[in-house]
């Protein structure tokens, strides 16, 4: 498969997939390259996600870039502006209008890689990822391992005291004493209240 970037103008890649699956690994390896390449580049990402240290996009494997955090899609685009690569880490979490907001920077010429959860917890589409997947040019979805079987995981368990979260559960839940799993299709199971809301 052959990739041509557009010769003129900017455009949009997204990176999703579930938890573990490298995608803040994937973007700052993307990032470091137009760094070394002399590109002007910008890192942003939600002021919630406050898991690790408070401006680094920091991958699970410890690999770390400087990131902006940000707390509104207004204040993404004026401090964007005069970037030529801008990276936008967790993009799950912003609002809709964060999608207007990459295609005016894609617009404007600059290369905008996303990367976010593609899903919730629940396997729902996450946030604005639908509408980010459709417009983007380039779209890579990661498998993370499953932590049940070592198979290729897509899903994202959520689990409350070692057990599946409730279905009706807030699909954002900062600094909660939860944890996550990556899984595949066949091990991730829903929690209590799926069956209803699926009805
Ligand atoms: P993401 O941004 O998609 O959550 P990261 O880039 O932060 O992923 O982390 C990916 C790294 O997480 C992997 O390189 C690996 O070292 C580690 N890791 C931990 N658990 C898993 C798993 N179940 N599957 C794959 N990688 C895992
Ligand atoms: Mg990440
Ligand atoms: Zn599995």
């Given at each position: 498969m052959i990739r041509i970037p557009p010769q003129r103008g900017g455009w949009l890649e997204v990176i999703c997939g579930p938890m573990f699956s490298g995608k803040s690994e994937e973007m700052i390896r993307r990032l470091r390259r137009a760094e070394i390449a002399g590109q002007r580049v910008a890192i942003f990402k939600p002021m919630?996600?406050?898991?690790?240290?408070?401006?680094d996009v920091v991958s699970h494997a410890g690999v770390r870039m400087r990131a902006v955090p940000i707390s509104c899609v207004r204040e993404l685009l004026w401090r964007a502006h005069g970037a030529e690569v801008v990276g936008i880490d967790?993009?799950?979490?912003?609002?809709?209008?964060v999608v207007t907001a990459a295609l005016e920077l894609a617009e404007g010429g600059a290369r905008v890689i996303a990367a976010g959860l593609d899903q919730d917890f629940r396997r729902l589409p996450f946030g604005p990822m639908p509408e980010l997947l459709s417009h983007a040019e380039f779209v890579d979805k990661l498998q993370a391992v499953c932590h049940r079987c070592g198979g290729p995981a897509t899903t994202t368990q959520r689990l409350v005291d070692g057990r599946p979260a409730p279905y009706?559960?807030?699909t954002v839940v900062v600094g909660a004493a939860e944890q996550y799993e990556a899984r595949c299709r066949s091990c991730h199971e829903h929690g209590a209240g799926a069956a209803v809301a699926a009805a």
């Open positions: 919630l996600d406050d898991r690790y240290a408070a401006i967790e993009i799950q979490f912003f609002e809709p209008s009706s559960g807030e």
